[in-house]
């Protein structure tokens, strides 16, 4: 006989809240999250209709709650429309620190001679660690807002966080230094090639940097571009007056460059010395490890004064180039 909880339960556990979010998901045999009660119970908690203490300031174990699971999808999804690396890299769940372990330089045979001893020519190993650094936003609704049946809290809750950690976090993810933040594509990747002349780009130093990438890593590469860049290559043409650009067979594709797929990202730098407006590579050696779930709270008291509520939502993420052969970057000449 399947178990079920009630919702009476449910709002006990919900008020009373004591468990990690791990602990909470194992007791609960991960179903909890999943139930339509579950997301009924919570979005109405986010309204006000349920008890006032249900949600409060604190940490997760006395006042933060488990977004339900269709909604961390939703979320998911819609970050990853909003962060061009979600949809690029390769996303994965840790529950601790992930350690990766990384051929750093590999060892080659040789010829020998006969009765010649073969010399030793080992991999030189290193190793990765994905950990977790913590982002947070917060907003701020009236009351009579939240009590207009009209208005739609979760998808508005979607949208306004997803936009504001999306962005975040690509601008982490391509210029991050790894203190308090992930560490960026731009920290990790190798330079490919560097402009042939200062302050400007041209299709020739594209060229290079192309096939500055191992050819096993080009059948999967995409190139990440800043608007800048890619207006100045748009205008770039072959000796015989035709475009470089070649027209997608997918309709409202964008167009392809050198048979490759083109993102434009605002978090990558505008041409100029010294800078480095264009990636292009295997994007699935960059990992982004998600620390367990999203978790969503009700500011009750804190702007009770003036008639509204604060809601906060926070993650923990990391990610890193585990492969830094796979990307390159194309750096403009000083």
């Not at 292009?280 to 003036?306: C, M, P, Q």
Request: one cysteine or more; glycine letters at 8%.
């Amino acid at each position: 006989m399947k178990n079920t909880i009630s919702v009476t339960d449910l709002m006990n556990r919900l008020e009373s809240l004591n468990l990690s979010a791990e602990e909470y998901l194992q007791n609960q045999g991960g179903q909890a999250l999943k139930s339509q009660k579950y997301s009924k119970t919570f979005w109405n908690i986010a309204r006000g209709v349920m008890p006032k203490n249900a949600l409060k300031e604190g940490s997760d174990g006395s006042g933060g709650f488990l977004v339900p699971d269709e909604f961390e999808q939703t979320l998911v999804q819609a970050l990853e429309n909003k962060n061009i690396l979600r949809r690029l890299g390769n996303v994965i769940q840790t529950k601790h620190d992930l350690k990766i372990p990384t051929v750093v330089s590999h060892g080659a045979a040789a010829w020998v001679q006969e009765n010649e001893q073969i010399n030793d020519s080992d991999d030189t190993f290193g190793q990765i660690v994905l950990s977790a650094y913590k982002l947070g936003t917060r907003m701020i609704l009236s009351e009579e807002l939240l009590e207009d049946s009209g208005f739609d809290l979760e998808a508005y809750i979607v949208q306004e966080f997803a936009r504001r950690i999306g962005k975040k976090e690509e601008d982490a993810f391509i210029s991050g230094d790894g203190i308090g933040k992930p560490t960026g594509l731009l920290f990790d990747a190798p330079i490919g090639t560097i402009s042939t002349e200062a302050g400007t780009l041209s299709m020739n130093d594209v060229i290079e940097l192309y096939h500055s990438i191992g050819q096993r890593y080009r059948t999967n590469s995409t190139w990440l571009m800043s608007e800048n860049a890619y207006r100045t290559l748009r205008k770039c043409r072959t000796a015989l007056g035709k475009t470089i650009w070649e027209p997608s067979m997918v309709k409202d594709a964008p167009f392809m460059l050198l048979g490759r797929s083109v993102e434009i990202s605002d978090a990558m730098p505008e041409i100029a010395a010294g800078m480095k407006p264009v990636l292009f590579g295997d994007f699935s050696y960059y990992w982004i490890g998600d620390r367990g779930k999203r978790s969503l709270k009700r500011l009750n008291e804190l702007y009770a004064d003036k008639g509204q509520v604060g809601f906060q939502t926070t993650q923990r993420v990391d990610a890193k180039l585990i492969l830094p052969e796979a990307i390159k970057t194309l750096q403009i000449k000083e």
